[in-house]
Nanobody, 122 residues
Framework: QAQLVESGGGLVQAGGSLRLSCAAS????????MGWFRQAPGKEREFVAG????????RYTDSVKGRFTMSRDNAKNTAYLQMNSLKPEDTAVYYC???????????????WGKGTLVTVSS
């Protein structure tokens, strides 16, 4: 059973950058598609970005296209989310998730991390 641990969250000013990391346990990390979701205060959790098991495909929600980049390093069992040009509306708890197929849905992921808080001040 895989365990996912997020890190890299924090407080940043609008326009700034953060890089989130998701460290996965287990030797089968490379078999899973990885995704980032976020939940803002008072809102439902939403998909942010996803990457295929070998990194050849990525997908982003419209609001982060051109600003966020997802990547992975299978040798390090780690996925990343580089977030640039951050906006106050990006403030949320960011969750890492893994799935055995290249599908990213709130109720369809196999494993979830516990989240890391990103706060963007105006």
């Amino acid at each position: 059973q895989a365990q996912l641990v997020e890190s890299g969250g924090g407080l940043v000013q609008a326009g700034g950058s953060l890089r989130l990391s998701c460290a996965a346990s287990g030797r089968t990390f490379w078999l899973y598609a990885m995704g980032w979701f976020r939940q803002a205060p008072g809102k439902e959790r939403e998909f942010v970005a996803g990457i295929s098991f070998n990194g050849d495909r990525t997908r982003y929600t419209d609001s982060v296209k051109g600003r966020f980049t997802m990547s992975r390093d299978n040798a390090k069992n780690t996925a990343y989310l580089q977030m640039n040009s951050l906006k106050p509306e990006d403030t949320a708890v960011y969750y890492c998730a893994a799935n055995s197929v290249y599908v990213f849905s709130e109720d369809g992921m196999d494993y979830w991390g516990k989240g890391t808080l990103v706060t963007v001040s105006s």
